[in-house]
């Protein structure tokens, strides 16, 4: 079946580092991933998109990259801060036209 | 603009018993979702639905139930409640199929016992 897989529960940084967090597709070819927040008790934010014929996009100290060989995103957040702490999930397209998300990294930036 | 908003919050139900948890978008969205997760889980998908009358199954859809007779609304309902539907749901929408943001509601935790 079609899985997006995030292998890390939990991410702890310190203040300032660069956090990255991993999300690898299986079984399928998603045309784009997208990476989104979510807070405790909150839904889900939209944070990025990129497709598959792109390598790179940024957004503010955001980064996503997007490796069709790998079958691989890596989501980067630099200069990190205690207000990045939160679960960021990674979603791909699916067959049905709809979005498969993985279970999410909890990332902890420690002051 | 509120965006999509969900109805009630939080809710506990007893097993058999039935309730419809209710989505609004006033952003003027033609596809909209119905999710649930569970903890330590990814959101799954129960339906979703490209258009005022026209609804489709997801992942997850047995034990739901779904219609949409406007643009604004799209109410998900639970016959015959059991504790495996004890979970978070959110609604959500988009502008277009998925390759565009989805707009998540807050969420209703539902708890079965």
């Known amino acids: 079946s079609q899985k997006i897989e995030q292998n890390s529960e939990a991410l702890n940084i310190q203040e300032g580092k660069t956090a990255t967090l991993t999300c690898n597709y299986t079984n399928y070819s998603p045309a784009y991933l997208q990476w989104y927040r979510q807070d405790p008790g909150r839904g889900p934010v939209f944070l990025l998109l990129?497709?598959?014929?792109?390598k790179e996009k940024r957004k503010e100290r955001l980064k996503v990259t997007f490796d069709t060989t790998l079958k691989q995103s890596l989501f980067h957040i630099t200069a990190s801060q205690p207000a990045d702490s939160a679960t960021y999930l990674c979603a791909g397209g699916g067959s049905q036209g709809n979005l498969i998300f993985g279970k999410g990294t909890k990332l902890s930036v420690k002051p | 603009n509120a965006g999509v908003t969900q109805t009630p919050k939080f809710r506990i139900l007893k097993i058999g018993q039935s309730m419809t948890l209710q989505c609004t978008q006033d952003m003027n969205h033609n596809y909209m979702y119905w999710y649930r997760q569970d903890p330590g889980m990814g959101l799954k998908l129960i339906y979703y639905?490209?258009?005022?009358?026209?609804?489709d199954k997801g992942e997850v859809p047995n034990g739901y139930n779904v219609s949409r007779s406007t643009t604004e609304d799209f109410p998900l309902r639970l016959e015959l409640a059991a504790p495996s539907q004890t979970s978070v749901y959110f609604c959500?929408?988009?502008?277009?199929?998925?390759?565009?943001?989805?707009?998540f509601g807050p969420g209703t935790r539902l708890l079965v016992l």
């Open positions: 959500a929408s988009s502008p277009k199929p998925n390759q565009e943001t989805q707009y």
């Open positions: 639905s490209v258009g005022a009358g026209i609804t």
């Open positions: 990129i497709r598959e014929n792109e």
